[in-house]
C-alpha cells in the first residue's frame, strides 16, 4: 500500500508558500541500523544531502512549507517542513516505519504522518477491492471518516490540517475510483468479447475469431512501458509451462501508428514468443476503448466461445494466474 499512495501523493505535493524569511528549518535525527547519509527531497527533487556519524544527523534548511520527503537508503518517510521548526527524529532502519517518532517543534504534524503511513499499510487493499458495492461503499466511508477525524487534534497546525484533507479526499478517492473501474470492468465477464482485427508481426492480420476453441489470454502491452516489460520474462516462463495446452497467449501493442518500427525491433530482440499484434489505433483502439483500458499492462481471458473469463486476469507475474490455468487447462 505504501508504493501506491507513493504514486497517488506525489500527484499531491504542493507546498503552502509562505514569504521567504531568514528563519530556518533545523533538522536532527538519530538513527540507528542505517547509512550515515540520507536526502530531503520534494516532488522528487533533490532539496539537501545530510550527512550523519555513527547515526546522529543534524543540519539546517531553508524551506516553503509543505510536504517533503527523508529518503535513508532504499526506503523513505514523509516529512512537514515550516521554516521555524526545530525538529528531531528517531528510528531504526530495520523497524523503519514502526519506529519513527519526532519530538521538539514540528512534531505533532511529523508524528502524525508516521502515524498516517502505519494506518496506510494496514489498510486491506486486496480485500476492499473484492468487496461487493454495498460492502465496499460502507468500508470506504468508515476508512475517510475515520483518519479525517484525526485531523481534529488542536495541535496540528491549520495549514498542516488544510493540506491533509486535500491529500486525503484525493488519495482516498483514488481508492474509490479504483474500485469503481474494477467494477465496470468486471461487468464484462460471462460477456462475447469484443473482437478485433489487428496486424500480426508474422504477416496479415488476425481477428479474435481465428482463435476460437481455444482459449485465449492477451497482454496488452506498449514497447515504453516499463511494467509491461517487467512481466515478459514472467510471461514466457507461463507460455513454456503451458505450452501445448488449449490456450493461445496473444500480446496486443498499443503503440503509436508512428512507432510500430520499434514494436517490430523489441519483438525480435526480445524473442517474444505467442501471437503478437499491433492496435490499429493505439489507446482509442476500440477494442481497448471496450474493455475500458485507463492503464497498462492488463491482461484479458477469454474462453474457447469467445466469451470473456476475467477482463481484468492475473498478470504473469501473480501466483494465482497458474491456479486459474490449472483449473481451467486440466
Known amino acids: 500500500m505504501k508504493k501506491f499512495f507513493l504514486t497517488v501523493t506525489t500527484l499531491l505535493l504542493t507546498a503552502t508558500a509562505i514569504a521567504q524569511n531568514k528563519e530556518y528549518v533545523t533538522f536532527s535525527a538519530t538513527i540507528a541500523n542505517g547509512p550515515?547519509?540520507?536526502?530531503?527531497?520534494?516532488?522528487?527533487?533533490?532539496?539537501?544531502?545530510?550527512s550523519g556519524k555513527n547515526g546522529v544527523f543534524k543540519d539546517t534548511l531553508r524551506v516553503k512549507e509543505g510536504m517533503?520527503?527523508?529518503?535513508?537508503?532504499?526506503?523513505?518517510?514523509?516529512?512537514?517542513?515550516?521554516?521555524?521548526?526545530?525538529?528531531?527524529?528517531?528510528?531504526?532502519?530495520?523497524?523503519?516505519?514502526?519506529?519513527v517518532v519526532y519530538e521538539g517543534i514540528g512534531a505533532p504534524e511529523n508524528n502524525f504522518l508516521a502515524k498516517q503511513i502505519l494506518l496506510d499499510e494496514?489498510?486491506?487493499?486486496?480485500?476492499?477491492?473484492?468487496?461487493?458495492e454495498?460492502?465496499?461503499?460502507?468500508?470506504?466511508?468508515?476508512?475517510?471518516?475515520?483518519?479525517?477525524?484525526?485531523?481534529?487534534?488542536?495541535?496540528?497546525?491549520?495549514?498542516?490540517?488544510?493540506?491533509?484533507?486535500?491529500?486525503?479526499?484525493?488519495?482516498?478517492g483514488q481508492l474509490k475510483t479504483i474500485y469503481d473501474q474494477r467494477v465496470k470492468v468486471g461487468k464484462m465477464n460471462n460477456t462475447m468479447a469484443p473482437s478485433f482485427d489487428y496486424v500480426n508481426y508474422k504477416g496479415g492480420k488476425s481477428k479474435l475469431e481465428d482463435f476460437r476453441g481455444k482459449f485465449v489470454y492477451i497482454d496488452l502491452w506498449a514497447t515504453w512501458c516499463g511494467p509491461c516489460r517487467a512481466e515478459i520474462p514472467f510471461l514466457k516462463d507461463v507460455e513454456k509451462k503451458y505450452h501445448g495446452k488449449n490456450i493461445v497467449f496473444m500480446s496486443i501493442s498499443i503503440d503509436k501508428q508512428t512507432d510500430v518500427e520499434k514494436w517490430k525491433k523489441m519483438v525480435k530482440?526480445?524473442?517474444?514468443?505467442?501471437?503478437?499484434?499491433?492496435?490499429?489505433?493505439?489507446?482509442?483502439?476500440?477494442?481497448?476503448?471496450?474493455?475500458?483500458?485507463?492503464?497498462?499492462?492488463?491482461?484479458?481471458?477469454?474462453?474457447?466461445?469467445?466469451?470473456?473469463?476475467?477482463?481484468?486476469?492475473?498478470?504473469?507475474?501473480?501466483?494465482?494466474?497458474?491456479?486459474?490455468?490449472?483449473?481451467?487447462?486440466?
Open 269 to 330: 530482440e526480445k524473442e517474444l514468443g505467442g501471437v503478437q499484434l499491433f492496435a490499429d489505433n493505439d489507446w482509442n483502439s476500440k477494442f481497448v476503448q471496450d474493455f475500458k483500458v485507463t492503464g497498462i499492462p492488463r491482461f484479458i481471458l477469454i474462453d474457447p466461445n469467445g466469451k470473456v473469463v476475467n477482463a481484468d486476469a492475473p498478470r504473469p507475474s501473480s501466483p494465482e494466474l497458474a491456479s486459474v490455468f490449472d483449473k481451467l487447462l486440466n
Open 68 to 99: 517533503y520527503e527523508l529518503h535513508i537508503g532504499e526506503e523513505y518517510t514523509d516529512l512537514y517542513l515550516k521554516n521555524g521548526y526545530d525538529l528531531k527524529m528517531k528510528m531504526d532502519v530495520n523497524q523503519f516505519d514502526e519506529s
Open 122 to 132: 494496514k489498510l486491506d487493499f486486496n480485500g476492499l477491492m473484492a468487496s461487493n
Open 134 to 172: 454495498a460492502d465496499f461503499n460502507a468500508k470506504y466511508n468508515e476508512i475517510l471518516k475515520n483518519n479525517m477525524s484525526r485531523l481534529d487534534d488542536k495541535s496540528l497546525s491549520p495549514s498542516f490540517v488544510a493540506l491533509q484533507k486535500k491529500q486525503m479526499e484525493m488519495k482516498y
Open 36 to 50: 550515515n547519509e540520507a536526502t530531503i527531497t520534494s516532488r522528487g527533487k533533490l532539496i539537501k544531502n545530510i
